[in-house]
C-alpha cells in the first residue's frame, strides 16, 4: 500500500475528499503515517519538521543501486568477516550529531527540475547533493550473521537508506537496507497507530483534535485580542521567536508566529 493508497481508503470512510498525509513512506518501509481530516490538513506541514524514529535491517556484503535490496546488485562481498558488537557500537557514535549525506539517486529530490530516480532509471549519469542531515540517535539493537537491526531517531531530510549505505563503507563493507520501519513521526507511535480494518468498523473513535497533533508550546491570548489575531493583526509580546499552539482559554484558534517581539497568525482553525 502507498500513502496515496492509504488516503484515498480515509476518503472513503470518512466520505470527505479534504484529507492528506504527513510524510510519504519509500515503497519497500512500513509502519506509521499519520493522516489529517477536514480543516486539520492545514496543519499536516508542520508534521514535515518533526523528528522521526525508525527500525531498520541493514545487510552487510551487498551493495545495490538503490541501497535497498529491491535495487540491482552492484557488488557482492564473499566470504567476509563481520565487526564484532564492540565495532559496530563504536561507529554508530561517528553517525550522531549533524553528518553530511548523498541521497539516493533512486529518491524524490529534484536534479535541474528532474527526479532523480527518473533520470537513474534511465540510466543518466549525474551528482547527487550532499546535505547536513541530524542524527539524534543511532543504537544497534540485535545481530544476526550479517544483519544489524538498528533504531535511528534522526531529523526531517535523512535517508536511511544512505545511512545504511555510508554505516557499511565506515567499516569497510558494501551494505544496503533490507527492511524499514517507521516507528514514530513527532507526537505520533506505532503502538497507538491503527489499521484500516480499525478505521473501517469505527474510524471516528480514532480521531484526535489538531492541537494534540502539533508539537510546540501553549499561549493563551488575552480575550480582547482574538478578534484582531483573527483579523491578521499583531499583538505585541515579549517572547523569544518561534511557532505556537494559539487559545482562546480553552478554545484552539491555530498556530501563530512570535517574531521580533509581535505574535501574529500562521494558520487558522475556521470558528
Known sequence: MTSHDAVNFVRKIFQT?????????????????????????????????????????ILFGVETDSGDVTGKILRQAENFSMPNLDELNTTTKNF????????????????????????????????????????????????????????VDCAKGTYIRSLAVDFGAALNLPATLKSLDRVRVGKFFIEDAVTIDDLKIDGEKFLQPIDACLDFEKFNLPAHRVKAYRNGLPTNISAENKLVKVYDGENFLGVGKIFSGELRSEKLVSS
Open 96 to 151: 550522531i550529531g549533524q553528518i553530511e549525506q548523498s541521497p539516493p539517486k533512486f529518491s524524490a529530490i529534484k536534479i535541474n527540475g528532474r527526479k532523480a530516480y527518473d533520470l537513474a532509471r534511465k540510466n543518466l549519469e549525474f551528482e547527487m547533493p550532499r546535505r547536513i542531515v541530524t542524527i539524534n540517535h543511532f543504537k544497534i539493537l540485535h545481530v544476526d550473521k550479517n544483519i544489524v537491526t538498528v533504531e
Open 17 to 57: 475528499r479534504k484529507v492528506g498525509h504527513g510524510g510519504t513512506l519509500d515503497p519497500m518501509a512500513t509502519g506509521i503515517l499519520p493522516i489529517a481530516i477536514g480543516q486539520a490538513t492545514k496543519f499536516i506541514e508542520y508534521l514535515a519538521d518533526c523528528s522521526k524514529t525508525y527500525r531498520a535491517e
